[in-house]
C-alpha cells in the first residue's frame, strides 16, 4: 500500500529531532557513539587536549587577579553590602563555572554540525536513519564531561592556592539547580545549531550569543549592577538564576539579588527551551534540506 505523504513528513520529523521512540535504543546508541567519536577526535591530539582540560584555570586567573587588585585584598566591603559576602575568590569562582558550560551549548552543540562540514561527514550523518539531534545531542554529553574535568581541576587549583570557603551542606541542591540549567542550556544550544545550519558563519552565531549570555550571567559582578532591563533580559536565559541560586546554597549569608523560586524558574526555562529548540532545529533542517544547502560549504 502506497505511503501517504503524511506518513513520509511524519518519519521526516522523527529523523530530524529524534522523537522515534519505538527506535529509543538505537538513538541512545547513536548519542553515545557520537560521544565517543568526540573523545577519539580529543585523544588524537593530546597536547590539545590538556590545553583544553588547563585552559579553564588560565582564563580563569584575570578575573581573580583583577578582583584581588582593585579591593586590595580578598573580601571587599562593597561587595558584602550588595550580596551578604565579600569573599571575592568564592564569588567568582562559583560563577566563573558556568563559563565553561555556557561554552558547551553554545560552542560545543552549537558548532557540531558544522563541524561535521568542515570535516566532510555531514552528507553521510543525513542518509542515516539517525536523528540529527543524536549527533548534537552526542557533543553535548561530551562537552559537559569534559568540562565537568576541568572544573575539577579548577576547583583543586583556587582551593590549593587561595583556599575556599562552601558551604558543604549546600552542594546537593546546588547540584540539582546546575542539572536544571544544563537541561535549559542543551534546548539553547539546538537552538544555536539550526541557525548555523542556515547561517553558514557558526562560529558569529556562537560568539555573539556567547557575549550576551556572558553579560547577562552574574560572574563576576552581582547582577544587580546592571540596568534594570539587563536584569529583566537575564531571567530568559539560565544562568543568571542558576547562578543566584548556586551562590544562595553554597557561599554562608549570601543574599539573593532575585526572590522567587529558582527550581520552578529553571524547569520552565528548560521545558521552553527544549522545545524550542527542537521546532526550530525541525524547520531549519527541512529549510536546509529543501535548497540543497548542506552541499554548500
Not at 73 to 96: K, M
Not at 123 to 147: D, F
Not at 226 to 235: D, E, M, R, Y
Amino acid at each position: 500500500m502506497k505511503k501517504s505523504n503524511k506518513d513520509y513528513r511524519l518519519r521526516e520529523v522523527k529523523c530530524a529531532t529524534g522523537f522515534n521512540w519505538s527506535n529509543l535504543k538505537a538513538e541512545l546508541r547513536a548519542i553515545w557513539e557520537s560521544n565517543i567519536k568526540a573523545w577519539k577526535l580529543d585523544f588524537a591530539y593530546p597536547v590539545s587536549f590538556v590545553r583544553q582540560l588547563i585552559s579553564p584555570v588560565v582564563f580563569m586567573l584575570p578575573f581573580l587577579l583583577y578582583g584581588l587588585a582593585l579591593i586590595g585584598g580578598r573580601y571587599s566591603e562593597n561587595l558584602a553590602q550588595l550580596v551578604g559576602t565579600g569573599d571575592v575568590v568564592a564569588f567568582i569562582f562559583t560563577g566563573y563555572i558556568m563559563m565553561g558550560f555556557i561554552g558547551t551549548a553554545v560552542w560545543a552543540m552549537g558548532f557540531s554540525m558544522r563541524r561535521e562540514q568542515w570535516f566532510g561527514t555531514l552528507e553521510a550523518i543525513y542518509v542515516t536513519p539517525a536523528s540529527r539531534l543524536g549527533q548534537i545531542l552526542g557533543m553535548a554529553l561530551h562537552s559537559t564531561v569534559h568540562q565537568g574535568i576541568g572544573t575539577i581541576i579548577q576547583f583543586i587549583f583556587i582551593y590549593v592556592t587561595f583556599g575556599l570557603v562552601l558551604n558543604i551542606g549546600g552542594i546537593l541542591p546546588a547540584l540539582g539547580i546546575f542539572a536544571l540549567m544544563l537541561f535549559a542550556l542543551y534546548g539553547f544550544g539546538i537552538v544555536i545549531s539550526a541557525l548555523s545550519l542556515i547561517l553558514k558563519e557558526g562560529w558569529i552565531v556562537s560568539d555573539i550569543f556567547y557575549s550576551i549570555m556572558t553579560i547577562l550571567s552574574p560572574v563576576a559582578y552581582p547582577l544587580i549592577v546592571l540596568p534594570t532591563l539587563a536584569q529583566q533580559a537575564s531571567a530568559i536565559f539560565p544562568t543568571a538564576p542558576a547562578l543566584i541560586g548556586m551562590r544562595s546554597f553554597l557561599i554562608e549569608d549570601y543574599i539573593p539579588e532575585v526572590v522567587g523560586n529558582v527550581f520552578l524558574h529553571l524547569l520552565v526555562l528548560g521545558a521552553v527551551w527544549i522545545l524550542f529548540g527542537v521546532f526550530v532545529f525541525h524547520l531549519a533542517d527541512r529549510y536546509v534540506r529543501k535548497r540543497g544547502m548542506l552541499k554548500k560549504f
